[in-house]
Nanobody, 125 residues
Framework: QVQLVESGGGLVQAGGSLRLSCAASGRSGGTFSGRAMGWFRQAPGKERKFVAAISGSGGTTYYTDSMKGRFTISRDNAKNTVYLQMNSLKPEDTAVYYC???????????????WGQGTQVTVSS
């Protein structure tokens, strides 16, 4: 089993920035670098949606179009941690943000097996 713990959420004004972190732990027969990681978000009353993903090595990243140029996903395999840097935040970015891990190094928009509990991000206008 892989445990994922998100942190870094909070309340920020529109135009501000936040950096989310997700620390991975646990044994599941694989290493952190062997898992692609992703960030998803769920706004109140809406479905959970893909935000960004990164391959096991960090060499490949994917983003939802609306977040390209504002959000940056990165990882530190030595620290078993993945990050989401969010800049120029908008009120519509308000959501619970979830970290997720795949069983493969290949980044994708779906197919995640492990999920964190989420961290709340609230952007005020």
């Amino acid at each position: 089993q892989v445990q994922l713990v998100e942190s870094g959420g909070g309340l920020v004004q529109a135009g501000g920035s936040l950096r989310l972190s997700c620390a991975a732990s646990g044994r599941s027969g694989g290493t952190f670098s062997g898992r692609a990681m992703g960030w998803f978000r769920q706004a109140p009353g809406k479905e959970r949606k893909f935000v960004a993903a990164i391959s096991g090595s960090g060499g490949t990243t994917y983003y939802t179009d609306s977040m390209k140029g504002r959000f940056t996903i990165s990882r530190d395999n030595a620290k078993n941690t993945v990050y989401l840097q969010m800049n120029s935040l908008k009120p519509e970015d308000t959501a619970v943000y979830y970290c997720a891990a795949r069983r493969t190094v290949v980044a994708a928009t779906d197919g995640y097996s492990y999920w964190g509990q989420g961290t709340q991000v609230t952007v005020s206008s």
